[in-house]
């Protein structure tokens, strides 16, 4: 959890899976979503925290959410459920897992009596639900960098307006791709990394995809599971809230197909369509969080499928630099036994979000809306289908207004967003630059 990215640049899984047999999870229907949490992470935790330490946690972390079932389902119609993953304080799918993290980061650097320097890369999402996981935290310092101009206004505010001083928001002159280029330097930078005690929260933490399980049982839970098989669809970017689909289904939750829903970035469904996996251009969408040209945990899901030969994965991922590879027959058959997967256009986006809405009432956001389309096409009779909503859709307000005519507000808890003050610093796109500043500012 602490370290992140593994230091021979591959990622950590877990040596086995625990299994939670079907009278426990049946045992869950009208459990608080804190409870199910505690039975689904605690085995994978080990010695590393007591009972205790992990229900404080668990609790901390979902008690700033704005709804009191954290993952409420609505439904969109006959056997199609939405879930509702934005109720955090960031609105949108990662708080679930940030502020665990943030818990159990705390927790164990305190009881070390240890300071970590988080330094995370952000389109938006990820770096909004770091610091408000992090912020206020006495033992980790957090820097979160983002591409000037080119984040929405909320997602901006969302990482300059909160008042604690160890969390900063660095603007880079340059674009995305150049923060996460920085960021891979600074972890490259071994004398720098261990001197502030670097450590990321990106979505190849292995954390993160924990907590990211829980909300798979207590949905299918909510629509009679386990007694019923349930199918998810996802919104997808970095693979890394449908990998959790995947843990969920191997630790015994019955769930029959696993659909990767993507935008016009679509080098997931052309890689689970058959035709490889071949790095594109990114292409701006108005589902930005999931416009990415390599999806960093499908690398955990090919390590199965390759039958856990990390040979075989260090291969493909060297290939992967060159500009990609080809699956073999084996590894496709076993990717394609759980998942399937499908794609959607700007227009169709904007139509779905414009359908949902008169069809059932629901305000999307365009990457949830990106879900339901898929959705839609891939339903089978008699198996509930339970779609993903990853944002909140005041996060992508002129998306949503532009298909609609309605311009969602801000929930209440949250409506003076656009008055608080601001505190920001603007940094060159320059590794010694960024590395000076992290060093003139962390605490220690
Ligand atoms: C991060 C994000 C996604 C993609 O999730 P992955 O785990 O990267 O697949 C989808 N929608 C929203 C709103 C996000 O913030």
Known sequence: MLTGLARDGGLYVPETVPTIDASTIAAMEGQSYEQIAYTVMRPFIGETFSDDEVRACI??????????????????DQGHFLLELFHGPTLAFKDFAMQLIGQLFQTALKRRGDRVTIVGATSGDTGSAAI?????????????????????????????TPVEDNVHALAVDGDFDDCQARLKDMFNDFEFRDGVGLAGVNSINWARVLAQVVYYFSSAVSVGGPHRTVSFTVPTGNFGDIFAGYIAKRM?????????ATNQNDILHRCLSGQGYHKGDT??????????????????????AYDRDGGAIAQLMDELKAGGFE???????ALQDHFDSGRVSEEETSAQITASLKTSGELLCPHS??????AEAQRAQ????????????????????????????????MADLYERAERLTRVPNDLAALKAHIIAHRAS
């Open 59 to 76: 609790a901390r972390a979902y008690e700033g959410f704005g709804h009191a079932a954290r993952a409420p389902l609505v439904q969109l």
């Open 132 to 160: 408000e996981a992090f912020r206020g935290l006495s033992n980790v310092d957090v820097f979160i960098l983002y591409p000037h101009g080119r984040v929405s206004e909320v997602q901006r505010r969302q990482m300059t």
């Open 252 to 260: 015994g939750l019955p769930i029959d197909r696993l659909v990767v």
């Open 283 to 304: 292409i701006p969408s108005i589902s930005p969080s999931m416009d990415i040209q390599v999806s960093s945990n499908f690398e955990r899901a090919l390590f199965d």
């Open 327 to 333: 699956v073999s027959q084996g590894a496709m058959e």
């Open 369 to 374: 809306a990106v879900g339901v389309h898929v």
């Open 382 to 413: 008699g198996t509930p289908m339970i779609t993903l909503a990853t944002a909140h859709p005041a996060k992508f307000p002129d998306a949503v207004e532009a298909a609609t005519g309605l311009r969602p507000p801000l929930p209440p808890r």
